[in-house]
């Protein structure tokens, strides 16, 4: 291709179409994904916190997570159909909607949220490698960590956490800049590895007295007043708490359907979500129940349940058991970081400057940034209320998921030119105008003023985990309305 018409065209060989051989994901590799996004550190205690905590009826708990669920699986499908019909990831479809320039920008909304999420993720990734070099150095000499030199601090950490977000950043980015079919292993070792350690927790609670675990699990479930009118709130503050969880992985869904077989696998995939649901619930719930009743047999314990993984590891006695469930942290919260965070920050970088990046070297720029992300957390970017930022952000999410729905769907009636999707000739379909589809950009900018409502007008906050839906149901209208002939 020459250099005049490099200039005008976008195709970069990590966003074409996949290639037909290898659209080989199935449904049982979609369950691990789904897997994978569950099991998280933030997914245990969510799940946990909602049975627990709030001391809600557990069918309301069951019904609200299982209808959160339910509209995942409906918008995933929505996405995710697209990517796997034409091969192409999320930030190439965009260009269909926005614009192949418009596309671009607003790509980069979903850059900064990954790349910061990515960077906290890490952070307390490297909280799990120093507690393991940790009790290494203790086993071998019990005095060792009391050297001046392990007293020394520098951006609130000591050279064991230097050496561990080190650590984190470097594996993280050597193993996720290897490539889909890599991070496809990844995935599917990560989802089972991870069951594998649960299901081994859960028999370790079960077998230590069955009689006991299985009456301290049974009496966690609340099961009065279920058809209460009183429960309807509850039931959907539920929904909408677990759609939010979920929501960050929607937009970008793409970027890994387009390796899906066919729609019946994609359709199959995600209905294996609730599947997941159901499994981590049980082993989750069982499992802390049964350490909470055990627990709770010395008074100093009586004060809250603990429903977070690191907390019930300073409870245990066992090292052997603390050791291996730092291995299952570590294995679970990095693989969700490549998910959620990782590979859609790659293809959107790529996508911004498809010339002269690939997966590989876009890979090498978000470690670089991840790393200062993660070292600036604790002591400045915590303080400064950067999480705000990013939820701002995020807010855009919902509104560019319901144009590109509309788009794909009631506009170019499921219709994609794969050549001028990546054309920067004046001619072609998706250039509009200057590269930029103003319709799009204005029911963007209205979505997302509707979603971002809810996180910064009081009055509106009770409907921030909706905003997502929110703004995608209005962007979409607003677009559809704009946008037709």
Not at 191 to 196: D, E, L, M
Not at 406 to 435: M, P, R, V
């Amino acid at each position: 291709m020459s250099p005049q018409n490099i200039k005008k065209n976008l195709t970069n060989w990590d966003l074409v179409s996949v290639n037909p051989i290898d659209k080989n994901w199935d449904w049982k590799i979609l369950f691990c994904f789904w897997g994978v996004n569950i099991q998280s550190v933030i997914g245990f205690s969510l799940i946990v916190s909602l049975y627990l905590i709030y001391d809600l009826n557990t069918f309301v708990v069951f019904t609200g997570t299982i209808i959160g669920i339910l509209l995942i699986y409906i918008f995933s499908n929505l996405i995710g159909k697209p990517s796997q019909k034409n091969g192409l990831p999320f930030i190439v479809l965009l260009r269909s909607s926005l614009g192949v320039i418009g596309a671009k920008y607003f790509g980069l909304i979903r850059f900064f949220v990954g790349i910061f999420l990515f960077g906290i993720q890490t952070y307390f990734l490297s909280k799990a490698f120093s507690y393991l070099i940790r009790i290494s150095f203790f086993s071998i000499e019990p005095m060792f960590l009391d050297k001046d030199i392990f007293l020394i601090f520098f951006l609130g950490m000591n050279l064991i956490d230097w050496t561990a977000i080190i650590i984190a950043i470097i594996l993280q980015g050597f193993l996720f800049s290897a490539g889909m079919n890599i991070n496809k292993k990844i995935i599917i070792f990560s989802a089972i590895t991870v069951y594998f350690g649960m299901l081994l927790f859960f028999l370790s609670v079960l077998l230590s007295d069955v009689k006991f675990t299985s009456q301290a699990f049974l009496n966690i479930l609340n099961t009065e007043n279920f058809l209460n009118k009183d429960n309807f709130g509850p039931l959907i503050t539920v929904s909408g708490t677990v759609f939010a969880y979920f929501s960050v992985v929607i937009l970008s869904f793409g970027d890994f359907s387009r390796y899906v077989k066919d729609e019946s696998q994609l359709k199959k995939g995600n209905f294996s979500l609730i599947l997941n649901l159901l499994i981590f619930s049980f082993f989750a719930l069982f499992i802390v129940s049964g350490m909470d009743a055990f627990l709770k047999q010395d008074p100093e314990n009586l004060n809250r349940i603990l429903t977070n993984p690191t907390d019930i590891l300073g409870k245990l006695d066992n090292l052997f058991l603390v050791v291996l469930a730092l291995i299952f942290i570590i294995i679970a919260s990095a693989s969700t970081n490549l998910i959620a965070n990782f590979i859609p920050s790659q293809y959107t970088l790529v996508n911004f400057l498809p010339f002269s990046l690939s997966i590989r070297s876009a890979g090498l720029i978000i470690s670089i940034l991840g790393f200062v992300i993660g070292i600036f957390w604790l002591t400045f970017l915590s303080q400064v209320g950067a999480l705000s930022f990013i939820d701002t952000l995020g807010a855009f999410f919902g509104p560019l998921f319901g144009i590109m729905i509309s788009d794909f769907y009631f506009i170019q009636k499921s219709k994609i030119n794969n050549k001028d999707i990546y054309s920067l000739e004046n001619n072609g379909i998706y250039y509009y105008t200057g590269g930029w589809h103003i319709k799009g950009v204005y029911s963007a900018i209205i979505g997302f003023i509707f979603s971002a409502s809810t996180i910064w007008n009081a009055n509106l906050m009770f409907l921030q985990s909706f905003s997502w839906i929110i703004g995608a149901a209005i962007a979409a209208f607003t677009y559809y309305l704009l946008a037709r002939e």
